[in-house]
């Protein structure tokens, strides 16, 4: 049960003035529609919020290690502080939508309650996100995947700690934003099939330090149809010129491999049916 009065933090026509201020610049932003908004909540809420904020060895934390990725991510809200959870939900609400819409134009927009690859992420020294294109689909409830919204929680973050999340063009050849991750920076963009986003390079902060953020998503039942490249699919990693995210095989692995190639087809299929 709530033993405290209920804070609510957004202020709707707060909200309705950004809405109206950058809704032009969002659609006009290269190398897709995205806006960065300063100072985008009550300090002090965001104070509550970093308090609360759980260090790398004190939750659960999805953890992902390979070429493409180095991070950790929440993966339940009743890991969190309430006020995190409260401030969630309010980016949830109907009140967030609203601006939302406003802001970007798209008509029908839907929270994720189950927050599905958003909540809380973490970026240890030597942490990257390689440039990637996100999910198009929600895998539960179906639905196409429309805007991220981040908030960045890093005070005092100098500019050589790195950690910039990069926008690309979708043809991979220039990078057109590259934006610092400070504290109560809100940074909102449309997510289709080309709208390629990391921050690639290994962040270079103190060991004492982590890159934190806030992450939520958006959806609606259906989309333009040149927002997509015609099939629905997972996050989908690729390499910046002189780069390769090519995941290289273990020892082992290419041993069973060479293994394979001497061995007639038909014990192979004998063999798998063995194991199933």
């Not at 201020?21 to 002090?44: G, M, R, S």
Request: charged letters at 25%; glycine letters at 6%; one cysteine or more.
């Amino acid at each position: 049960m709530l033993q405290s009065e209920l804070a609510y933090f957004l202020d709707p026509q707060y909200l309705e003035g950004l809405a109206a201020k950058y809704h032009q610049d969002y659609f006009n932003a290269e190398p897709f529609p995205h806006i960065i908004i300063d100072d985008f909540l009550p300090t002090h809420i965001l104070d509550q919020i970093l308090e609360e904020f759980p260090k790398p060895g004190a939750i659960d934390w999805q953890s992902f290690k390979n070429k493409s990725e180095k991070k950790l991510a929440s993966t339940s809200e009743l890991q969190m502080g309430e006020t995190i959870r409260l401030l969630l939900y309010q980016l949830n609400s109907s009140t967030f939508i609203d601006f939302l819409e406003k802001l970007t134009g798209i008509d029908g927009i839907i929270p994720d309650p189950h927050f599905v690859g958003g909540g809380l992420h973490q970026i240890e020294r030597g942490g990257y996100l390689k440039l990637h294109v996100d999910f198009n689909k929600h895998t539960r409830l179906k639905l196409d995947r429309r805007l991220n919204l981040l908030i960045y929680l890093n005070k005092n973050w100098e500019e050589e700690y790195g950690g910039h999340l990069q926008l690309w063009d979708s043809e991979m050849k220039e990078c057109h934003q590259k934006i610092l991750p400070i504290f109560n920076r809100c940074v909102i963009f449309s997510t289709t099939d080309f709208s390629y986003h990391g921050h690639p390079d290994p962040l270079t902060c103190p060991e004492d330090r982590t890159r934190k953020s806030l992450a939520l998503y958006y959806y609606s039942n259906g989309r333009p149809a040149e927002e997509v490249s015609g099939y629905d699919h997972s996050t989908v990693f690729k390499a910046r010129p002189d780069e390769d995210l090519t995941e290289k095989k273990s020892t082992s692995d290419e041993v069973k491999e060479m293994i394979k190639k001497f061995i007639p087809p038909i014990l192979l299929d004998l063999s798998k049916g063995k194991t199933k």
